[in-house]
T-cell receptor, first 113, second 113 residues
Framework: GESVGLHLPTLSVQEGDNSIINCAYS??????FIWYKQESGKGPQFIID?????DKRQGQRVTVLLNKTVKHLSLQIAATQPGDSAVYFC????????????FGRGTSLIVHP | ETGVTQSPTHLIKTRGQQVTLRCSSQ?????VSWYQQALGQGPQFIFQ???????GRGNFPPRFSGLQFPNYSSELNVNALELDDSALYLC????????????FGSGTRLTVV
């Protein structure tokens, strides 16, 4: 399943499908981007990151795509599993001084068995 | 290697009271950041401490204050609590001032009544 637009609060998919979660970031000067997964009752957990000099990075079952022209990030999860159900946040880090990630609103991913 | 631990896990306070939340950073980490996460929202940056000094602050009033101790553990203090302060308070630690390796605790759920 594919999210139908930016800032979609909930994405429902079937187990085994590929998921795509989108995110718009606000600052064109941001140089580092991170995707976090937050399960109920837990803090955000690092999934994957990408620097602004790249447009794609792959991890285990996850891929992050960066389009700086339109300030857009996406997280692709292959073969989505019920354990992937969580809220996913993108975060941008703005250059200059300390490294402090700024979080977006988040997307809730629900995976149906 | 221990992770980030926060205490207490849950807390109920009355409007106007003061509260102190605690965070033990991950072993080897000397930077601690605090975030407020309202229900259904992404974490919002409160402030960061690096080697016992405040190293950046978000858009929060002065009644939000903090400390970092020589062992790099940290406290978040909130005075004159308001109903809108009800949220999940997250602590993240990292080694140096870099966002890579940012590790979050599970948070303290504060309810103000």
């Amino acid at each position: 399943g594919e999210s139908v637009g930016l800032h979609l609060p909930t994405l429902s998919v079937q187990e085994g499908d590929n998921s795509i979660i989108n995110c718009a970031y606000s600052n064109s000067a941001s140089d580092y981007f991170i995707w976090y997964k937050q399960e109920s009752g837990k803090g955000p957990q690092f999934i994957i990151d990408i620097r602004s000099n790249m447009d794609k990075r792959q991890g285990q079952r996850v891929t992050v795509l960066l389009n700086k022209t339109v300030k857009h990030l996406s997280l692709q999860i292959a073969a989505t599993q019920p354990g992937d159900s969580a809220v996913y946040f993108c975060a941008e880090n703005r250059p200059g001084g300390s490294y402090i990630p700024t979080f977006g609103r988040g997307t809730s991913l629900i995976v149906h068995p | 290697e221990t992770g980030v631990t926060q205490s207490p896990t849950h807390l109920i306070k009355t409007r106007g009271q003061q509260v102190t939340l605690r965070c033990s950073s991950q072993s080897g980490h000397n930077t601690v950041s605090w975030y407020q996460q309202a229900l259904g929202q992404g974490p919002q940056f409160i402030f960061q401490y690096y080697r016992e000094e405040e190293n950046g602050r978000g858009n929060f009033p002065p009644r939000f204050s903090g400390l970092q101790f020589p062992n790099y553990s940290s406290e978040l203090n909130v005075n004159a609590l308001e109903l809108d302060d009800s949220a999940l308070y997250l602590c993240a630690s990292s080694g140096g001032q870099r966002v890579e390796g940012y590790t979050f605790g599970s948070g303290t759920r504060l309810t103000v009544v």
